[in-house]
T-cell receptor, first 115, second 118 residues
Framework: AQSVAQPEDQVNVAEGNPLTVKCTYSVSGNPYLFWYVQYPNRGLQFLLKYITGDNLVKGSYGFEAEFNKSQTSFHLKKPSALVSDSALYFCAVRDLGAGRRALTFGSGTRLQVQP | EPEVTQTPSHQVTQMGQEVILRCVPI?????FYWYRQILGQKVEFLVSFYNNEISEKSEIFDDQFSVERPDGSNFTLKIRSTKLEDSAMYFCASSEKRDRVVNTGELFFGEGSRLTVL
C-alpha cells in the first residue's frame, strides 16, 4: 500500500529565510511524487512533481523539491520564504507498482511565514 | 486555462437526506476523482472513475455513496442518506489528457463543495 508521512503539523519561518517542509513516502514500486498547496477555503493547487530524471525538481512560485530514493523522502524547499507562502502544503504519492492512478496524500503541513 | 468546476459551493442538509454534488472535469481528461477533507485536515481519497465505471474506491466509499457521469460533461457524487460525519469539503479532480502519449498523473482539483449535515 502506498502512504505518505508529513512529520510536522506546522512549520514556522521568518520571511526571507529558507524553508523546508518534510515528506517521506512508502510504495511497492517506483513513485510519482507531488506537492500541492491549499490556501484558506480553496482547492488544492499543483506545485511540482517528480517523475523520473533529475532528483531536484523545480515548480511554481520558486519552490523546489529533492527526491531522495535511499531515504524515501521528497522534501519541499524554498530559498527565501514570503509571507504569501503561508498556506497548507500536502505531499502526495502515486505508486506505479500498484498500478493505481489515485494519489495518496499526507496529513498536511501548515506553513506560517512571519514578517 | 481549463479548470475543474464544482457546484454547489456550500450545501446544508438534514441528517438522512440525499445530497448530490456536481463536478465538471476538464474536458479532455480521462480520469475523474472524488476526495474529501474534514475540517482542513487530511485529504482522503474516495473514488476514481474511468471509462464510465469505478476504477478504484476506498473503504470510506461504502454503499451510501455512488458516482455517475450522466452526460458527457458532468460527474456527480451522491450520498444517499447523509450522516453527521459526512460533513466535509468534497473535492472533485480530473487527470490524464486524452491526446497525450505519456501522462504523469497530476490531478487538477476544483474549489470544493462544502457539505454541512445538521
Amino acid at each position: 500500500a502506498q502512504s505518505v508521512a508529513q512529520p510536522e503539523d506546522q512549520v514556522n519561518v521568518a520571511e526571507g529565510n529558507p524553508l523546508t517542509v518534510k515528506c517521506t513516502y512508502s510504495v511497492s514500486g517506483n513513485p510519482y511524487l507531488f506537492w500541492y498547496v491549499q490556501y484558506p477555503n480553496r482547492g488544492l493547487q499543483f506545485l511540482l512533481k517528480y517523475i523520473t530524471g533529475d532528483n531536484l525538481v523545480k515548480g511554481s512560485y520558486g519552490f523546489e523539491a529533492e527526491f531522495n530514493k535511499s531515504q524515501t523522502s521528497f522534501h519541499l524547499k524554498k530559498p527565501s520564504a514570503l509571507v504569501s507562502d503561508s498556506a497548507l502544503y500536502f505531499c502526495a504519492v502515486r505508486d506505479l507498482g500498484a498500478g493505481r492512478r489515485a494519489l495518496t496524500f499526507g496529513s498536511g503541513t501548515r506553513l506560517q511565514v512571519q514578517p | 486555462e481549463p479548470e475543474v468546476t464544482q457546484t454547489p459551493s456550500h450545501q446544508v442538509t438534514q441528517m438522512g437526506q440525499e445530497v448530490i454534488l456536481r463536478c465538471v472535469p476538464i474536458s479532455n481528461h480521462l480520469y475523474f476523482y472524488w476526495y474529501r477533507q474534514i475540517l482542513g485536515q487530511k485529504v482522503e481519497f474516495l473514488v476514481s472513475f474511468y471509462n464510465n465505471e469505478i476504477s478504484e474506491k476506498s473503504e470510506i466509499f461504502d454503499d451510501q455513496f455512488s458516482v455517475e457521469r450522466p452526460d458527457g460533461s458532468n460527474f456527480t457524487l451522491k450520498i444517499r442518506s447523509t450522516k453527521l460525519e459526512d460533513s466535509a469539503m468534497y473535492f472533485c479532480a480530473s487527470s490524464e489528457k486524452r491526446d497525450r502519449v505519456v501522462n504523469t498523473g497530476e490531478l487538477f482539483f476544483g474549489e470544493g463543495s462544502r457539505l454541512t449535515v445538521l
